[in-house]
């Protein structure tokens, strides 16, 4: 048998009170003498014997009642033999300290020292923490798993408990023996506890909850910029989603945005409890490069998360790729010859640079008569890959050829050339590519004038936009938006012989605009333990990376994927921070760190809805039976009640 609150079994010192009353109960019956007093004799001494009885029964229910009332809030269960912690013989153990920044760490070392002393030195033992790291995943005696337990750090890493949960009862099913157990030692933050992923089987667990109340917290849970791309003299605009984990109020909270460590933008934050919000910040762009920055807000006590890094990558040009079926646009490079910004590399269609592909933020097919399926399969990976794609038609395309490629990525298809002159009455002034390019709305703007064209056509599968267009609702130029870049349709081709176009004064805003919004922004930061692949245009080794703001000094390995070369940390850095990627000391490339916001959120499960949670999945399953002790208590109070009635009689007919 167990208590689940043994501390009320002090109680039972209480017994001592009815006890002391009793034998020392001063009452005594008085003496009344009479003249003849034999019959009165026999008749005290009857009533003295019912008396005594009375009081002996009084004392015995008084004791019961203490006693049964500390059974009562000490809440006894029986205890399952079957299933007891600690068993004759080998016992394998694996112990989950919650390392995590909102652990109470030493509590939670303290709990689990208590747990391995509970067995012997024969006995294995496995520690694991929210790193899941493999020199963790090994079983050792109980000195040795002590000198790791004092090892233990917090950990930026914050791993959903069906991971750990699995991992242990993987490691587990691994090793021989009867006795096997998990323990699992955490303050069960809800934002980690899914619980409706855990693998059920006949490995037992205890579930150890740390008592902490849930703290006050206010933090950045994310961010993201507006802007298309990032040029030098562009304004950037930043939304940042701040979240308000506490139960009370927040006003005024400032919110401070630093590049470069130079402040340069302040809001004022305003939240309710438990309420999320986007708050604008933006600022201009004054030089190419790497801009480091962060977000910062003022807040206490939790001050891990006042801190939000990200990192902004400006190129210095535009890179172009002009894939030509003849020779090269003499009106593209009239537009683009003395552009700093934009630069254009011009490459025969039979002879294309593909492993060069991924270098460019926009590949033009100028005047392109067929393709072939080698450079097809390319530019289908080149889309998927973020990058964007201008086609442009010319008078010996091959309709069928081109349209098979089209399709095959989902995008419109052209219809076979229409020589029919047609005029360009309408644009989408509202469309990205026309931002900034008009101070006011004007209806007097001069439009295209077009000899032949080839109507576009959107299929079932295709999602896709008409920029501008013709008097019969035929689409002058269509944009088809992919996945983090665009594919843009002409339907003709950029010179005279299909149309005016090139000499318009849409002509310059439209291909500007194409070429610079075609190079994306970077990822602004990565999170720790989550995402810590890091995208680089530089395939030389070794790269190492270097902290901004600390001595922090890691190599990183490189790994080629489908998108180009990247940078593999493999949770080598634990600290939030922005970080310089070098080669030979030169400075190459950057990129920011931050811990997960599932830390942030300091909400807990309390032990009533843990319990509730976790009992299919604890061996802590008690036969309680406290409730016995209610009834029984009520009952010995009856019994007290109805002896002290009585004995309260014999005293009134002995005063008589």
């Known amino acids: 048998m167990g208590f689940q609150n043994p501390y009320f079994l002090f109680g039972l010192f209480a017994l001592l009170i009815p006890i002391v009353v009793h034998f020392f109960n001063f009452h005594r019956f008085r003496k009344v003498y009479f003249t003849n007093v034999s019959v009165l004799k026999e008749i005290e001494v009857k009533t003295k014997k019912t008396y005594n009885i009375y009081k002996w029964l009084l004392l015995i229910f008084r004791c019961l009642t203490i006693i049964f009332l500390c059974f009562l809030f000490a809440q006894p269960y029986l205890k399952n033999d079957e299933k007891a912690l600690v068993k004759e013989g080998g016992n394998t153990v694996v112990v989950f300290v919650d390392n995590s920044f909102s652990s109470p760490l030493d509590k939670a070392k ?9 067995y012997g030195q024969t006995d294995k033992f496995c520690l694991l923490t929210m790193d899941l790291a493999g020199k963790e995943k090994h079983f050792v005696d109980r000195d040795r798993f002590c000198y790791l337990l004092s090892q233990i750090e917090h950990t930026p890493s914050s791993k959903m408990m069906s991971q750990i949960y699995n991992t242990a009862h993987k490691l587990l099913e691994n090793q021989n023996g009867n006795n096997k157990i998990c323990y699992f030692v955490s303050d069960f933050q809800k934002s980690c506890l899914d619980e409706e992923n855990f693998k059920q089987d006949s490995i037992e667990n205890v579930f150890v909850g740390l008592e902490r109340d849930d703290v006050n917290n206010i933090f950045v849970d994310s961010l993201w910029c507006e802007n298309k791309s990032i040029i030098k003299g562009t304004s950037v605009e930043l939304r940042v989603r701040v979240r308000n984990s506490s139960q009370q109020d927040v006003e005024k909270v400032p919110l401070k945005l630093f590049v470069d460590n130079k402040q340069v933008a302040i809001a004022s934050v305003d939240l309710k409890e438990d309420e999320s919000k986007v708050f604008d910040l933006s600022f201009n762009v004054e030089r190419n490069g790497i801009l480091h920055s962060k977000v910062s807000i003022m807040d206490s006590p939790v001050v891990f998360d006042n801190d939000y890094y990200f990192t902004i990558l400006v190129e210095e040009k535009v890179k172009v790729l002009s894939l030509n079926q003849r020779e090269e646009n003499p009106y593209l490079m009239r537009l683009f010859s003395d552009e700093e910004q934009v630069v254009v590399d011009n490459y025969n269609l039979s002879n294309p640079p593909y492993n060069d592909f991924n270098n460019y933020s926009l590949i033009i097919l100028n005047e392109i008569e067929t393709i072939k399926e080698s450079l097809a399969q390319e530019l289908k990976k080149y889309v998927e890959n973020a990058g964007s794609l201008l086609v442009v038609p010319s008078l010996e395309m091959d309709v069928k050829n081109v349209n098979t490629f089209l399709i095959s990525l989902s995008l419109p298809y052209f219809e076979e050339l229409k020589k029919q002159p047609m005029r360009v009455n309408a644009y989408d002034k509202d469309n990205f590519l026309f931002k900034g390019v008009f101070s006011q709305d004007r209806d007097d703007i001069f439009l295209p004038n077009v000899k032949m064209y080839y109507p576009i056509k959107a299929s079932a599968q295709s999602a896709s936009q008409g920029i501008l267009s013709y008097s019969n609702s035929d689409d002058f130029l269509v944009v088809s938006p992919k996945t983090n870049s665009n594919v843009y349709l002409f339907s003709v081709g950029l010179d005279t012989v299909f149309s005016d176009f090139v000499n318009n004064s849409l002509f310059v805003p439209i291909l500007w605009n194409i070429c610079v919004l075609s190079q994306q922004t970077n990822q602004l930061y990565h999170i720790i333990g989550e995402d810590e692949i890091i995208p680089t245009p530089f395939s030389q080794q070794p790269l190492v990376v270097k902290g901004v703001s600390d001595s922090t000094e890691v190599i990183g390995q490189m790994i080629k994927n489908q998108k180009g070369y990247a940078l593999k940390l493999y949770n080598q850095i634990h600290k939030s921070g922005n970080y310089n ?76």
């Open 110 to 118: 303290a709990k689990a020292k208590e747990i391995v002393e509970m």
């Open 581 to 656: 990627i070098t080669s030979n000391g030169e400075v190459v490339s950057g990129f920011s760190l931050n811990y997960s916001s599932k830390e942030s959120i300091m909400e807990f499960a309390d032990k009533k809805q843990m319990s509730k949670q976790l009992q299919d999945y604890s061996i802590e399953k008690k036969l309680p039976f406290y409730y016995l002790f209610l009834l029984f208590a009520l009952l010995t109070i009856i019994i007290e009640t109805i002896l002290m009635y009585k004995l309260n009689k014999i005293s009134r007919n002995q005063k008589k």
